[in-house]
């Protein structure tokens, strides 16, 4: 498993999806972050907005019933009735409370969010479309003195039962909102109007504008009381009266928002203040309401980018297995190299850099087999050689020990020429002998003189030879019996079959930082034919001294090691060797 993914197509695959990842990852944060501020932005502007229409709506009707109020306590026949002494008789308070119904009855007209109006005077006496209040339970509320010393000024009375008997009925229902206005003349409190509005009035203000999950507080601002205290009961908000009083006294605009804290949860409040009755009404949403669609919202994106993104693996992984096959036919290329088969049987042919690097790797591939073909060409070259050498020897410690009983025998007999030859002969077994591959330049002038002291008496001085060597390049190695096979060409197959003198030259010198030796003869010459038999290694048969010695100078020195041969029928023929210069250091290698 771990080997696969070292792979390089899982490489790119993994290094994509980590980008793909982080930037999918990116875009859904900075667009959560983003569009989150938005969101939450819109739905506090929708909910201040709703909030405004609501309260404006609200006190509207407020208004409404004040200028109703304020008709009713400025009304002449309101003042006359409360003006008259309280001992007046039956017929007259018939009279009087007849006369104040049916005004207030024709103020309920139109006015259906209207539960009651009441007036009363300060004796006691009360007259009402409805409920009839007496007046030791007004007295005993706590507004009742705030109205009666407001010089003429309103007065709205929080929900509250409108009636001594409310424990009859204690359904929130039943609960109304008052507004009262003392009744005056000539700056005297004759008495006072109350007008009872549905407490049910707030409810459907509000609630038909915000949401089901918008929890409404209405809070008097002075204090930070609840005023609907039981539908804040009713919505179990767990936020505390201490709290709630803190925050009130802690707003100084008419209208804004926040968010805050309530129990394990973030909530928004929104709140506008009402400059009518002087409460706040304040509008809580928890934050996962509020952000409900957002999230919906923000979860479908994941899904979906969750869904592109697993789409986008299966169809990477399909592109760079595509895209790799060169790469992973190129790896078992390699894998063949490995196990030592340079058989290719691997094609790619793609234009692109892979197909390229194929190309290479396939034209080295092919230099590797024919590296490996011509190394083993040479080695067996070199066996043959060897075999053909050592058949060329006849016992060449017994021979050498011959040699010397011929030289001493002749010395007896005073044979000199026998002497000469013998001795000649067995320096060259001697040189021949030394197990060494490369010897001197002088080691080898010195074997190449042997050799034509003896081949002076084969020809019977048919030749002279001279040698022209430079002294700086004696010591230089060379390898053995290097000059000897041409010397001994020029000899068969140019000079001897000649008419005349033949003449031999052999020089040895520096060119160029290369070791060049020269070999020119006055013999017969060669033609093309005679030529390339000569030079050809595939050639077997006359030439193969020659053949022999051009094979071991490219199995030594390769490109460095040339021959050359140049040749004019009845004319000349001139070899000419070119080696690297190599010294004691380099004979081993070489070796």
Same mark, same amino acid.
């Given at each position: ?335 063949? %190299?490995?196990?030592?088969? &340079? @058989?290719?049987? /691997? ?6 850099? +892979? *197909?390229?690097?194929?190309? =290479? ?116 190695? %060379?390898?053995?019996?290097? &000059? @000897?096979?041409? /010397? ?6 140019? +000079? *001897?079959?000649?008419?005349? =003198? ?90």
């Amino acid at each position: 498993m771990f080997r696969k993914l070292n792979q390089i197509k899982y490489k790119i695959l993994i290094a994509n999806l980590i980008l793909l990842l982080c930037f999918n990852l990116l875009t859904v944060w900075f667009w959560s972050e983003r569009f989150s501020t938005d969101a939450e932005d819109s739905a506090s502007t929708y909910i201040t907005e709703m909030l405004r229409v609501s309260n404006d709506n609200f006190e509207v009707s407020l208004k409404d019933i004040n200028a109703i109020v304020n008709i009713a306590s400025n009304d002449g026949r309101f003042i006359e009735v409360l003006s008259h002494p309280e001992h007046i008789s039956g017929a007259e308070y018939l009279r009087d409370s007849r006369v104040i119904k049916d005004y207030l009855l024709g103020l309920f007209t139109y006015k259906h969010y209207l539960n009651d109006i009441l007036v009363a005077d300060l004796g006691g006496r009360s007259f009402s479309n409805g409920n009839t209040i007496s007046l030791e339970y007004l007295m005993k509320q706590d507004w009742y003195p705030e109205l009666i010393n407001t010089e003429g000024k309103m007065v709205i009375i929080p929900p509250h039962f409108n009636s001594d008997r409310a424990s009859v009925s204690m359904n929130s229902s039943d609960k109304v909102i008052s507004i009262a206005k003392p009744i005056m003349d000539e700056g005297k409190v004759l008495g006072f109007i109350i007008a009872d509005v549905r407490s049910q009035l707030l409810t459907d203000v509000f609630h038909g504008n915000l949401s089901s999950q918008t929890q409404m507080i209405v809070a008097n601002a002075l204090t930070g009381e609840v005023i609907n205290d039981a539908e804040a009961r009713n919505q179990s908000l767990p936020y505390s009266s201490d709290n709630l009083k803190r925050v009130v006294s802690s707003i100084e605009q008419t209208q804004g928002s926040f968010y805050t804290q309530v129990g394990n949860k973030k909530v928004l409040m929104v709140y506008r203040y009402s400059t009518i009755s002087n409460w706040v009404f304040i509008g809580i949403v928890p934050k996962s309401a509020l952000m409900e669609h957002f999230y919906d919202s923000r979860n479908a994106n994941l899904w979906m980018t969750a869904l592109f993104g697993l789409i986008a693996i299966i169809a990477s992984a399909f592109i760079f297995s595509y895209l790799t096959k060169s790469i992973r036919q190129l790896n078992r290329a390699m894998e063949q %190299i490995d196990h030592n088969n &340079l @058989q290719i049987k /691997v094609k790619i042919k793609s234009h692109d850099e +892979i *197909g390229q690097l194929f190309r =290479q790797f396939t034209s080295m591939v092919e230099r590797i087999r024919k590296l490996v073909s011509d190394t083993k060409k040479k080695e067996e070259d070199k066996r043959k050689a060897e075999l053909r050498a050592l058949q060329a020897q006849i016992n060449p410690h017994f021979l050498y020990n011959t040699l010397n009983t011929i030289k001493f025998v002749s010395i007896l007999q005073g044979s000199y020429d026998i002497q000469n030859i013998a001795e000649s002969l067995s320096r060259l077994m001697h040189i021949n002998m030394q197990d060494k591959v490369f010897i001197s330049v002088e080691e080898e002038m010195e074997y190449l003189q042997c050799y034509l002291q003896i081949q002076e008496y084969k020809y019977s001085n048919k030749f002279t030879y001279s040698f022209s060597i430079d002294p700086d390049i004696k010591l230089l190695r %060379i390898p053995k019996l290097l &000059l @000897q096979p041409f /010397v001994e060409n020029a000899l068969i197959h140019g +000079i *001897g079959p000649m008419k005349g =003198q033949g003449l031999l030259i052999v020089k040895g010198y520096r060119e160029s930082g290369q070791l060049k030796f020269v070999i020119h003869d006055n013999g017969l010459g060669m033609d093309d034919t005679q030529l390339n038999a000569i030079v050809d290694e595939n050639t077997s048969g006359k030439g193969l001294g020659v053949r022999n010695v051009i094979s071991r100078i490219r199995m030594y020195f390769d490109e460095q090691g040339k021959v050359s041969v140049v040749s004019e029928r009845n004319l000349y023929t001139i070899v000419e060797i070119t080696l690297p210069i190599i010294n004691n250091e380099k004979e081993k290698w070489h070796a």
